[in-house]
């Protein structure tokens, strides 16, 4: 009988680090926004999504459905207005800021 089992020395695994997801007052911000559209009775599931490019907030309606809306952060914008982004599910860009908060402030999440 043979053993399959090897000693790993120095795993070269990386942990992934705290700038590849939302900062803890990011993350604030858009769960106060999600209960107020849950309560509302206009969002009902969301879904996070990271990677080392962008981490996305998705909310939808049904959770049999696509996304409504997807709340980004870029990690690497090309532009300082890409840093956060409103899109909607084909990916198209409804709205842009450099600021989280200024992005979220005063929208009209059933006209967008």
């Known amino acids: 009988m043979t053993n399959n089992l090897k000693l790993v020395i120095n795993n070269s695994y990386k942990k992934i680090e705290d700038k590849y997801f939302f900062e803890k007052d990011e993350l604030k911000i858009i769960l106060d926004l999600y209960a107020k559209m849950v309560s509302e009775g206009s969002w009902k599931d969301y879904g996070l999504n990271i990677s080392s490019k962008q981490v996305s907030f998705s909310v939808f309606k049904n959770a049999t459905e696509n ?25 198209k860009i409804l709205k842009n800021s450099f600021e989280l908060k200024s992005l979220l402030k005063n929208i009209s999440w059933k006209k967008l």
């Open 67 to 91: 996304a409504l809306y997807k709340i980004c952060k870029n990690f690497r914008p090309k532009n300082k207005n890409l840093k956060y982004l409103i899109t909607d599910t084909n990916g």
